[in-house]
């Protein structure tokens, strides 16, 4: 049991056990009382290793070389100032953490408790991960040199309410802000210079309002906007992306310009309930292979795309008609437009699509005539539960009907929820 539970545990309200934690904190030397102010407000819960590896950034000597911060950790734990657990990670008690708190308001440090120091050293910074934490900012003043920094991990900061100066981190490949509820904007100068950058994870940012527009980021690759309840505009910040989710935001119309995207292969607009229908042009991008507009009430018209759609997933969409063009879609594998209760009978060129294996029309009540397949032999998962079929089942060339196979429904399904499960990894 450490210094603050042996206190708490007979702390009758009044605040002699808050004395005591003072009086321990005003004997430690001055490294001791930063580090242990970092740990307490930053870092609580984190690996040592990657604490230390951060703070020993924190502190350079008078000829800026690195100061090493274990000897100072080493010995708070002695002093019982945080613990470390059997998994490697520092804590501090809640007591211990009040303290720090009060610390901070009374010294009047306008934030720098909650961010990193102005003569923090980042010119052998590669990866900085601060996910979880309770910083406010990342850095404040003018900065030095970034030039080596590739990885930034601000995931889970709450209280993050500032976007990081980046202007000189040009180097950068991964940048990940997701769940930062306090972020609003993005200056444009922040992204500008990022021509390096390949991933940029802003999911969850409910409050983001915008990204800058008039930019290309020439080697972004994949822009994660899932659950930006805030986000109204397409973001247009870089011409090479090919991934692009923006699932759950306020987005109400995709502009003609998509098709800019040339590199694009995944989209991903579920739940936009604002979002109207797609511009004609998005069949003109050669290369998209996975589209979904699920759950997006508003879009009433089947969307325009290219030979090349291999995954689309419609479901609890406006959508009344399967044009005559699906046949054209010789990729498709994957059609999902359960839930479409306005959806009519699909039309008979969907026998021309011989690589479909999974057609879920389940829910679609208007649905009345089986869809004419092209075959069993094609046909692995076939859900019509719920539609106002009555007529039996038959393939193109009167086959035996296509067989709803367990095991194929669940890696169709399973390839989804390891998505899912991924995109849980990728923002903690």
């Not at 970034?146 to 976007?163: Q, V």
Request: glycine content about 4%; hydrophobic content about 35%; overall charge positive.
């Amino acid at each position: 049991m450490n210094l603050a539970s042996n206190l708490s545990s007979s702390n009758n309200g009044d605040n002699s056990a808050f004395k005591a934690l003072k009086v321990s904190y005003e004997a430690l030397d001055e490294i001791e009382k930063k580090i242990f102010l970092y740990v307490a407000l930053c870092f609580n819960g984190v690996y040592m290793d990657r604490v230390r590896k951060v703070l020993d950034l924190c502190f350079v000597s008078s000829r800026r070389r690195v100061l090493p911060t274990r000897p100072s950790i080493v010995a708070l734990m002695e002093k019982c100032m945080i613990s470390l657990s059997k998994a490697k990670r520092l804590w501090v008690h809640d007591l211990l953490q009040d303290m720090a708190e009060e610390i901070i308001c009374k010294a009047k440090m306008r934030g720098h408790g909650n961010s990193l120091p102005p003569q923090f050293c980042t010119s052998f910074l590669v990866e900085l991960n601060l996910s979880h934490s309770s910083i406010q900012t990342v850095w404040s003043g003018s900065q030095q040199d970034l030039g080596n920094l590739r990885s930034l991990n601000l995931i889970s900061c709450k209280h993050l309410n500032e976007f990081p100066d980046l202007s000189k981190a040009t180097n950068l490949e991964s940048l990940k802000l997701s769940n930062c509820d306090n972020l609003v904007e993005i200056p444009d100068s922040s992204l500008r210079q990022l021509n390096k950058l390949v991933h940029c994870k802003l999911s969850n940012c409910k409050n983001l309002k915008s990204l800058p527009n008039n930019i290309n980021l020439k080697s972004l690759r994949s822009l994660h906007l899932n659950g930006c309840s805030s986000l109204e505009e397409f973001p247009f910040i870089s011409e090479t992306v090919e991934k692009l989710l923006l699932n759950e935001t306020s987005i109400q119309q995709v502009p003609p310009s998509i098709e800019r995207l040339t590199r694009l292969r995944d989209i991903h607009l579920s739940g936009c309930k604002r979002l109207m229908n797609l511009p004609e042009c998005i069949k003109n991008l050669k290369f998209l292979n996975d589209l979904s507009l699920s759950n997006c009430p508003n879009v009433t018209s089947f969307p325009e795309l290219g030979k090349n759609i291999r995954w689309l997933n419609l479901n609890k969409t406006g959508i009344q008609e399967v044009p005559l063009t699906i046949g054209d879609k010789s990729e498709l594998r994957y059609l999902n437009m359960s839930g479409c209760d306005k959806l009519m009978n699909l039309p008979p060129t969907v026998k021309k699509l011989g690589q479909l294996k999974y057609l879920n029309l389940r829910g679609c009540v208007n649905v009345t005539e089986s869809p004419n397949l092209a075959g069993g032999k094609t046909m692995k998962a076939l859900d019509l539960h719920g539609t106002s079929i009555t007529e039996k089942l038959v393939g193109s060339n009167s086959e035996e009907p296509p067989q709803c196979e367990v095991p194929v429904i669940r890696r169709f399904f399973m390839r989804n929820v390891r998505e899912h499960i991924k995109k849980r990894k990728s923002n903690r």
